[in-house]
């Protein structure tokens, strides 16, 4: 994805037809955690990101949701974190929220 949440949300309609039975959410390696700061809740990027899981919840027939999460090698910001402490582990207490799935690159190399 070549966009992150706030684009994706202003053309979701474009992106993800009203009859899709799958979307795949990959902005973990997009996202930037800043020390103990929540992204989800105290960071535009993350807001956005859950308006785009709701309007998608709130469809007629809604998809199913699967957070694709690829791993951030270097994260500059976060050097050794805990898993709970990085972007993609705040996506995937997101996808519990909405009952959405992950997948997880990082688990795949460290599990």
Known sequence: MATGPAGFRGCLGKFVPEHADLVLLGFADMCNRHSSTNVLTNTSFGLDLERVVRTLAKRPNPPSIVFWNFHKWNNWNCNKCAW????????????????????????????
């Open 84 to 111: 709970r402490d990085t972007c993609e582990g705040e996506f995937h207490e997101l996808a519990a929220l909405y009952s959405a799935s992950t997948i997880s690159f990082r688990n795949t190399f460290y599990s």
